[in-house]
């Protein structure tokens, strides 16, 4: 098994996303103090008691930006060939991950390295870790990815 990049596929635009994202994690980090972890920030809208404005705007801003790309320039086009059921159970394992590792790949893995959070390049480690054996697992004794 090997990694290839498609170096066609990244583009000046890839850098404007990732400068974009590293922009909105700063100013939500120095504006109001808050980690841009997306599963945290998610799981926020649906204790209706807590939902704060800037929690409404981010989850829609991840929805309406690629809209407003694609009046700009085509969306990559995704085909999933993966079996319903396998990614109902991989949701369900990822949602289940956040929550036992206290966050996701946002909120660890850029704020929290960004940070030098211990506790985050912990995470980031080890999520990484398992997705790669999960991965590995799933492609090479199961046949299923």
Not at 73 to 82: E, G, I, R, W
Request: hydrophobic residues 55%; charged residues 10%; glycine residues 14%.
């Amino acid at each position: 098994m090997s990694i290839q990049v498609d170096w066609q596929a990244f583009t000046p635009i890839s850098l404007v996303g990732g400068v974009i994202i590293g922009a909105a994690t700063v100013i939500l980090l120095l504006g109001i103090g808050r980690v841009a972890g997306i599963s945290g920030i998610a799981s926020s809208l649906l204790k209706p008691k807590r939902v704060e404005a800037w929690q409404v705007l981010f989850v829609l801003g991840l929805i309406v930006a690629p809209l407003l790309y694609q009046l700009v320039a085509p969306l990559a086009q995704v085909k999933v060939t993966s079996s319903l059921p396998l990614l109902i159970g991989a949701g369900l394992l990822v949602g289940f991950g956040t929550r036992l590792g206290s966050g996701c790949t946002s909120g660890h893995g850029i704020c929290g390295n960004a940070r030098l959070s211990p506790r985050s390049m912990a995470a980031t480690v080890t999520f990484m870790l398992f997705g790669i054996i999960t991965v590995y697992i799933g492609r090479q004794v199961f046949g299923l990815i």
